[in-house]
């Protein structure tokens, strides 16, 4: 299911921060190479995902990864930005990307087909093929 997927992109990329930060201190800076490189995997996961299932919220949470990266590369550029607001734009957009999620995870009805509830598009392609 690409909640699953979505869910792991969120954790993993949670946990890789936490990490970094926690152990050294330099990573808080805007644009650093390690959080940013973290951001670009997000943003690549989810794009995947959004082209590779039948849902709407990965690209969402695609759109609000890309958002985080304009984020961490203007924090840079504009060295007047204070750190508080530099991270709470980036916890903004990071919710943004979890609401998505919960909100695609809730509008998946339980009465779903297996087609609509396993959420690739080769099956839901499939599926359409043998119904004509």
Same mark, same amino acid.
């Given at each position: ?7 792991? /992109? ?23 190479? +390690? =959080? $940013? *490189? =973290?951001? %670009? %995997? ?9 082209? *590779?299932? /039948? ?9 609000? +990864?890309?958002a985080d990266l304009?984020? *961490? ?7 007047? %930005? ?9 916890? =903004?957009?990071?919710? &943004? +990307?979890?609401?998505? $999620?919960? &909100?695609?995870?809730? #509008? ?12 690739? #598009?080769?099956?839901w392609v499939q ?6």
């Amino acid at each position: 299911m690409p909640e699953r997927a979505g869910a792991a /992109i969120n954790l993993l990329a949670v946990g890789a921060t936490w990490a970094f930060r926690t152990f050294d201190p330099a990573h808080l800076a805007p644009a650093d190479v +390690a =959080i $940013l *490189s =973290i951001d %670009v %995997v997000v943003a690549g996961s989810f794009f995947w995902l959004g082209i *590779s299932t /039948i849902r709407f919220w990965p690209i969402w949470a695609a759109g609000f +990864a890309v958002a985080d990266l304009f984020m *961490s590369i203007f924090g840079a550029l504009l060295p007047r %930005v204070p750190l508080f607001a530099y991270h709470t734009g980036l916890g =903004i957009y990071a919710y &943004l +990307a979890l609401g998505a $999620l919960a &909100l695609g995870t809730f #509008r998946l009805p339980t009465n779903a087909e297996p087609h609509i509830r396993n959420g690739s #598009r080769r099956l839901w392609v499939q599926y359409l093929r043998e119904t004509t």
